[in-house]
């Protein structure tokens, strides 16, 4: 299915006919969680939606959500089936020559090899999925950290004023 304003799997292929694809897979159901765990993060910072940054992030989640899922709700039996065909449609489209498809325990060997790259010497391959800390302070940094020091400027600002039209007046 064709996500509306979006430019599908075979339009991106042909429009970057060198392009390689990595086609990341997760077992379904461990997937399932961590999305889950990114949904209830989301969700925890909707209080925070008054902030310019955050409302904008979160339409953007909504309205993505929306079109992935079908429009419909994302239980997890719903939500596999559309990981597994999304997962399918790749491996469907995809010359294989162009394609790789990874787990990240496979660690740097076959992603440098595809990439026609040298395994990094020394720098062990990133596999940890912190999960929700690690969400909750990007959320943080990025949507919360900017409006609080507006906030600050804002409030030092009117401090500023107040004192010179009381030293003034």
Same mark, same amino acid.
């Given at each position: 299915?064709?996500?509306? #304003?979006?430019?599908?799997?075979?339009?991106?292929?042909?429009?970057?006919?060198?392009?390689?694809?990595?086609?990341?897979?997760?077992?379904?159901?461990?997937?399932?969680?961590?999305?889950?765990?990114?949904?209830?993060?989301?969700?925890?910072?909707?209080?925070?939606?008054?902030?310019?940054?955050?409302?904008?992030?979160?339409?953007?989640?909504?309205?993505?959500?929306?079109?992935?899922?079908? #429009?419909?709700?994302?239980?997890?039996?719903?939500?596999?089936?559309?990981? +597994?065909?999304? +997962?399918?449609? @790749?491996?469907?489209?995809?010359?294989?020559?162009?394609?790789?498809?990874?787990?990240?325990?496979?660690?740097?060997?076959?992603?440098?090899?595809?990439?026609?790259?040298? &395994?990094?010497? #020394?720098? !062990?391959? !990133?596999?940890? +999925?912190?999960?929700?800390?690690?969400?909750?302070?990007?959320?943080?940094?990025?949507?919360?950290?900017?409006?609080?020091?507006? &906030?600050?400027?804002?409030?030092?600002?009117?401090?500023? @004023?107040?004192?010179?039209?009381?030293?003034?007046?």
């Amino acid at each position: 299915a064709r996500l509306e #304003g979006k430019v599908i799997l075979e339009e991106l292929l042909a429009a970057f006919p060198d392009a390689k694809v990595i086609l990341t897979e997760r077992e379904p159901d461990r997937w399932y969680d961590s999305f889950e765990t990114l949904q209830q993060t989301t969700d925890s910072f909707r209080k925070f939606r008054f902030i310019p940054r955050a409302y904008r992030f979160l339409r953007f989640v909504d309205r993505l959500l929306d079109q992935v899922f079908d #429009g419909r709700q994302r239980d997890r039996r719903h939500s596999i089936d559309v990981f +597994n065909r999304h +997962n399918q449609q @790749v491996r469907d489209s995809v010359p294989p020559d162009r394609l790789l498809v990874f787990r990240v325990q496979q660690g740097w060997e076959p992603l440098c090899k595809f990439l026609g790259r040298e &395994v990094p010497a #020394g720098v !062990p391959f !990133p596999h940890l +999925n912190e999960g929700r800390e690690t969400l909750a302070r990007l959320a943080r940094e990025r949507l919360l950290q900017p409006f609080a020091r507006q &906030v600050l400027v804002a409030a030092a600002v009117i401090v500023a @004023v107040g004192l010179a039209w009381w030293w003034f007046r």
